[in-house]
């Protein structure tokens, strides 16, 4: 199956580890530390902005296809609102704009909901594509047992969309990673903005930098391979129930 | 700050983000021309190249998009002048959103090139064409027009990405109205100005690519009944 990934895998994290013991005995040693608790910020938003954005995806997509007319528009002005604008703008404003409204959240709270609203809203398409992806002949097969519409959706069609959406969600998660970046910009520590301050330390700019962008790459070729092994184990699941 | 918005700031600080809006777009557009010259290179590199190259090109590929534009911006804006190529922050920018985007446009153009059928190929053998002509006459208008709608989407997502640009202090909208913003302290209006710009704009091009995508589609229809 995947040789190459795990090749390129092996060798940026064998590359990473070793960009980290390198600088660990040079004379580069002490910003290790620093390093590291930068990537803990960064892994922190990856994590809490996946989480936010599988739920605002699901509820505006949900919302967007079944809901009450209200809810629909609500959920189309999201959609349109956070694709149509840049993620950086998003994130200013919120972090920006908010407080003058008298809501002043936590520089980490604002990186988590912007950037996981942003991909949610990406995200929201790709959910409804998946939805609609399955068989029609599911609806009418669960109509015909008499399920109630959320019994449906909860138990025959979500379970199969949840497949479809599995590769589409791993390209998400990578633009998520990508885009916890740009909290560096709001005054949180994270991979990119400790990459910065040592940067203007040392002037070592290559070496920090190729250190970072491997981190990057390694995290983000651990997300592929583990989206790809819960795609295989979700699949196996499908095929087990299928007639034929 | 007693009101939620100010009209009278809000009609000051517009000429202003007009003026922003123009380098913004510019960077759009110079960026977008480099990516699409640079995916270009990078997918025929990565099928027609020897293996060496291949290799190279895609592992270049797969690095750049799995990283953040935001630090390979600061990767170029800080590492190029350490080689003595010093730039404005501008082409700094300009570059880095080529080199990022014409590594996605590489694979749109990849997956264009290898829908022509091979057929085609052969039959430019037969005709005794040269590679070179065969490519710029007969793979390439076939290849192109249905991969334009896919190379428009990263067009808008480029233009969404310049705010990144304001990292290297360059004068496009959101470092603008950033510095509107803290001459004022007041941020609510030069910000959401920008936003509903990128709406605007993104709402319109989305417009666009999708009658350019029906147009395509009716015409590719027509040739092939």
Not at chain 1, 36 to 55: C, E, F, K, M
Not at chain 2, 71 to 77: C, P, V
């Amino acid at each position: 199956m995947n040789n190459k990934a795990a090749v390129i895998l092996v060798a940026s994290v064998v590359s990473f580890t070793l960009g980290l013991v390198a600088a660990t005995f040079s004379d580069m040693s002490e910003f290790v530390p620093e390093l590291l608790r930068g990537l803990l910020i960064t892994l922190q938003v990856t994590a809490g902005g996946a989480v936010v954005a599988v739920t605002a995806a699901l509820i505006a997509a949900l919302g967007k296809m079944y809901g009450p007319t209200p809810v629909r528009w609500l959920a189309m002005t999201y959609i349109e609102a956070f694709r149509g604008t840049s993620a950086l703008v998003q994130l200013f404003w919120l972090f920006y704009v908010l407080p003058h409204f008298g809501i002043t959240l936590e520089p980490m709270t604002v990186g988590i909901v912007a950037l996981g609203l942003n991909i949610g809203a990406y995200g929201a398409e790709v959910v409804r594509g998946a939805i609609g992806s399955v068989p029609k002949g599911q609806w009418e097969a669960g109509v015909a047992l008499n399920m109630s519409r959320m019994q449906l959706l909860r138990d025959v069609i979500l379970p199969q969309a949840f497949v479809a959406m599995i590769p589409p969600w791993g390209n998400l998660f990578i633009e998520l990673l990508k885009a916890t970046a740009l909290v560096s910009l709001i005054t949180l520590s994270d991979l990119a903005f400790k990459a910065q301050q040592i940067n203007q330390n040392t002037l070592r700019t290559v070496e920090i930098f190729t250190v970072v962008l491997l981190a990057y790459l390694a995290i983000s070729l651990v997300i592929t391979m583990g989206m790809r092994a819960l795609e295989r184990r979700a699949a196996k699941g499908l095929r087990r129930g299928r007639v034929a | 700050m007693t009101t939620v918005w100010d009209w009278d700031y809000a009609w000051e600080v517009l000429p202003i983000l007009a003026e922003a809006a123009v380098i913004t777009l510019q960077v759009t557009v110079i960026g977008f021309a480099l990516a699409l010259l640079l995916g270009l290179v990078f997918a025929l590199g990565r099928m027609m190249g020897p293996k060496w190259l291949r290799y190279g090109v895609t592992a270049v590929v797969e690095f750049v998009r799995s990283t953040p534009l935001l630090i390979q911006i600061f990767f170029l804006y800080y590492v190029l002048p350490d080689f003595g190529i010093a730039m404005d922050a501008m082409l700094t920018g300009v570059l880095a959103l080529g080199l990022h985007y014409g590594a996605y446009c590489a694979e749109v153009y990849r997956a264009g090139l290898e829908n022509v059928s091979k057929g085609q190929w052969e039959a430019s053998i037969a005709l005794n064409l040269t590679p070179w002509t065969t490519f710029k006459d007969v793979i390439l208008p076939q290849a192109i027009p249905p991969i334009v709608p896919a190379l428009g989407n990263y067009l808008v997502a480029l233009f969404k990405e310049t705010p990144l640009l304001s990292a290297i202090a360059v004068l496009e909208l959101m470092q603008t109205a950033k510095i509107l913003g803290s001459e004022s302290f007041q941020y609510t209006e030069p910000i959401t100005l920008v936003g509903l710009f990128f709406l605007v704009f993104s709402l319109i091009s989305a417009y666009l690519i999708r009658r350019v995508e029906l147009r395509l589609n009716r015409r590719r229809g027509v040739q092939r009944s």
